[in-house]
């Protein structure tokens, strides 16, 4: 029995290659090539560097200025109250005490007011409402702060003097911060116009805060029976807190460093007390009306080292709620993304 040869089967055909794209986008095989490119990049390279190398110089300045009475007061120009340019002491005192107490009270009267427009606006208004109301507020921050020097001279100060003050002294004239005679221009008047300057910086942040919450925090809190007002309270705000609380102190920044409305209501008056019915000073009011009247190297340090403390206190206060809204900000877009 003969066997036939078996024939081996000739394979399969190979199927064309085919060449999987990459994943890089073809233009960037021409990164560095191409000279208006590179010309692009270092211009905005540049662009992006000069702001922080233009604090840095800001700052460099005021201390090289700064220097002579750092050098002759040390950490006492901090917590002395003599201000005498004839016997050339100093000591700035008086001005840290009255830029922080006078911000304190525009926070105290800012605080619930802004919060309180930012929630209306983004929970309760109906949505007609909604732009004109936000628009009217942010309108405010574009008023500038002169004008509302000059409003506080011949209103508000008029109209503390005759409805607010009196009241306020029969209730809490027992207490050491409303004691004294009120002729008008004090820290009080002061805070006043500064809580009505910053409600629309602490509003406007406020609301993209309160936005940027996501509905689910919303709908579980309803879910769970909650009212509008429970799930505002229980779950918006509490995830929103950073935020909230970085718009807070950008308002306070704001405050710090105000000049013009608070030097025409605030009295200037270089001292320390706890009234808010007596007059104080500012370190930006000082600056503004002192500077064109230092005739001495020593009198232009003194002032320099009072405008080197504000810049420092104004650049970490801005930094610290700039950071604060930026955690927000991050941490909606990971949950964003999970989901």
Same mark, same amino acid.
């Given at each position: 029995?003969? !066997?036939?040869?078996?024939?081996?089967?000739?394979?399969?055909?190979?199927?064309?290659?085919?060449?999987?794209?990459?994943?890089?986008?073809? @233009?960037?095989?021409?990164?560095?090539?191409?000279?208006?490119?590179?010309?692009?990049?270092?211009?905005?390279?540049?662009?992006?560097?000069?702001?922080?190398?233009? #604090?840095?110089?800001?700052?460099?300045?005021?201390?090289?200025?700064?220097?002579?009475?750092?050098?002759?007061?040390?950490?006492?120009?901090? $917590?002395?109250?003599?201000?005498?340019?004839?016997?050339?002491?100093?000591? =700035?005192?008086?001005?840290?005490?009255? !830029?922080?107490?006078?911000?304190?009270?525009?926070?105290?009267? =800012?605080?619930?007011?802004?919060?309180?427009?930012? #929630?209306?606006?983004?929970?309760?208004?109906?949505?007609?409402?909604?732009?004109?109301?936000?628009?009217?507020?942010?309108?405010?921050?574009?008023?500038?702060? +002169?004008?509302?020097?000059?409003?506080?001279?011949?209103?508000?100060?008029?109209?503390?003097?005759?409805?607010?003050?009196?009241?306020?002294?029969?209730?809490?004239? @027992?207490?050491?911060?409303?004691?004294?005679?009120?002729?008008? %221009?004090?820290?009080?008047?002061?805070?006043?116009?500064?809580?009505?300057? #910053? &409600?629309?910086?602490?509003?406007?942040?406020?609301?993209?805060?309160?936005?940027?919450?996501?509905?689910?925090?919303?709908?579980?809190?309803?879910?769970?029976?909650?009212?509008?007002?429970? =799930?505002? @309270?229980? /779950?918006?705000?509490?995830?929103?807190?950073?935020?909230?609380?970085?718009?807070?102190?950008?308002?306070?920044?704001?405050?710090?460093?105000?000049? *013009?409305?608070?030097?025409?209501?605030?009295?200037?008056?270089?001292?320390?007390?706890?009234?808010?019915?007596?007059?104080?000073?500012? *370190?930006?009011? =000082?600056?503004? %009306?002192?500077?064109?009247?230092?005739?001495? %190297?020593?009198?232009?340090?003194?002032?320099?080292? &009072?405008?080197?403390?504000?810049? &420092?206190?104004?650049?970490? &206060? %801005? /930094?610290?709620?700039?950071?604060?809204? $930026?955690?927000?900000?991050?941490?909606?877009? +990971?949950?964003?993304?999970?989901?």
């Amino acid at each position: 029995m003969t !066997t036939l040869p078996i024939e081996p089967v000739p394979a399969p055909p190979s199927p064309p290659s085919i060449e999987t794209p990459s994943a890089e986008p073809r @233009w960037t095989s021409l990164r560095g090539v191409n000279a208006s490119d590179r010309v692009y990049k270092t211009i905005l390279t540049g662009l992006a560097l000069a702001l922080p190398l233009l #604090i840095v110089a800001l700052f460099l300045q005021l201390f090289v200025s700064a220097l002579p009475a750092i050098r002759r007061f040390g950490f006492s120009f901090l $917590w002395t109250s003599t201000w005498d340019p004839v016997a050339e002491i100093y000591g =700035a005192a008086p001005m840290i005490f009255g !830029t922080l107490a006078s911000s304190f009270i525009a926070l105290l009267i =800012a605080v619930p007011l802004a919060l309180g427009v930012a #929630i209306f606006i983004t929970e309760f208004a109906p949505r007609w409402v909604r732009q004109p109301v936000a628009f009217l507020v942010e309108l405010l921050a574009a008023i500038p702060s +002169v004008v509302y020097g000059l409003w506080g001279v011949f209103v508000l100060i008029p109209f503390l003097r005759s409805y607010v003050v009196p009241p306020l002294k029969a209730v809490f004239g @027992w207490t050491p911060f409303f004691q004294g005679v009120f002729y008008g %221009n004090s820290l009080l008047a002061g805070g006043i116009i500064l809580a009505i300057m #910053i &409600v629309p910086y602490i509003a406007a942040v406020s609301r993209e805060v309160l936005l940027a919450v996501p509905a689910s925090q919303r709908e579980a809190a309803l879910g769970m029976g909650a009212t509008r007002w429970e =799930a505002v @309270w229980t /779950a918006v705000l509490p995830y929103g807190r950073a935020g909230l609380i970085g718009a807070i102190i950008l308002g306070l920044g704001r405050a710090l460093g105000e000049t *013009m409305a608070v030097t025409l209501v605030i009295g200037n008056r270089h001292d320390i007390s706890l009234s808010a019915l007596q007059p104080a000073y500012t *370190m930006a009011a =000082a600056i503004a %009306n002192e500077f064109s009247e230092a005739t001495t %190297n020593m009198y232009l340090s003194a002032l320099f080292e &009072v405008g080197l403390i504000l810049f &420092v206190i104004t650049v970490v &206060v %801005n /930094a610290f709620a700039r950071l604060l809204i $930026w955690r927000v900000a991050r941490g909606t877009a +990971v949950g964003s993304k999970a989901l």
